[in-house]
């Protein structure tokens, strides 16, 4: 009975690269968000998607930052030309539909160093 | 906006203290309301959901619970143990939305 999935855990970039992270949703999921937690700060709402759609993102940064959540696959947050001021942590969370809608399971986290 | 207290910000009891966390919120259209405990280095792992239509919710020693009419929330845990050393945090989200806004935390230590 697998979580919720994030790999990588810890990402090591140098300034300029790119940074995919991806995130596979429990078994019965259909909900996507991604969080990002800055050193000794709350975490931070970025992205909520459904399949194929981006439903609210409105914590997401305008520049560099992209999510996706495609039909088959999981859901991939893509920061482009990384800085160091993008260096966190980056939750993905999942919620059911149904009775319990709204609550969130949380994956492990992908840890983003930026050099 | 929509902003999440939780006090205290870090908290020392020796083993055995019942305790209680808040959380309060500044609006109090809130649509579920949910506690997770957060480990070093790890993600969150949830303890308990309130939705809407509930007041309360119990797992084993912790309780908690929601007033909407004040915005405020309680985590209670009976017996404390050490195992419970963990940073506790609580979100909210309002009703129609699934964005929800996380407080940050309380950091407890259990001492043995």
């Known amino acids: 009975n697998a979580g919720v999935m994030q790999n990588p855990r810890h990402l090591v970039r140098r300034r300029g690269q790119e940074a995919r992270l991806r995130c596979s949703p429990m078994?019965?999921?259909?909900?996507v968000y991604w969080y990002r937690q800055l050193p000794e700060e709350g975490l931070k709402f970025m992205v909520y998607?459904?399949?194929?759609?981006?439903?609210?993102e409105s914590g997401m940064p305008k520049e560099r930052f992209s999510a996706e959540f495609p039909k088959e696959g999981p859901s991939i947050l893509r920061i482009q030309q990384v800085v160091r001021g993008d260096s966190a942590a980056y939750f993905c969370?999942?919620?059911?539909?149904?009775?319990?809608?709204?609550?969130?399971?949380f994956g492990e986290g992908s840890r983003l160093t930026v050099l | 906006k929509q902003e999440v207290t939780q006090i205290p910000a870090a908290l020392s009891v020796p083993e055995g203290e019942n305790l209680v966390l808040n959380c309060s919120f500044t609006?109090?259209?809130?649509?579920?309301l949910q506690w997770f405990r957060q480990d070093p280095g790890k993600g969150l792992t949830s303890l308990l959901l309130?939705?809407?239509?509930?007041r309360e919710q119990t797992s084993g020693r912790l309780n908690a619970s929601l007033d909407k009419s004040s915005g405020r929330s309680t985590l209670y845990i009976a017996a404390s143990q050490p195992g419970d050393s963990a940073t506790y945090l609580c979100?909210?989200?309002?009703?129609?939305?699934?964005?929800?806004?996380f407080g940050t935390g309380t950091r407890l230590k259990v001492l043995a």
């Open positions: 969370a999942s919620s059911p539909i149904g009775q319990r809608a709204g609550e969130l399971f």
């Open positions: 078994k019965g999921h259909s909900h």
């Open positions: 998607l459904q399949k194929e759609n981006i439903i609210d």
């Open positions: 609006d109090s259209a809130i649509y579920n």
């Open positions: 309130i939705q809407s239509s509930q």
């Open positions: 979100a909210g989200g309002r009703t129609g939305t699934y964005k929800y806004i």
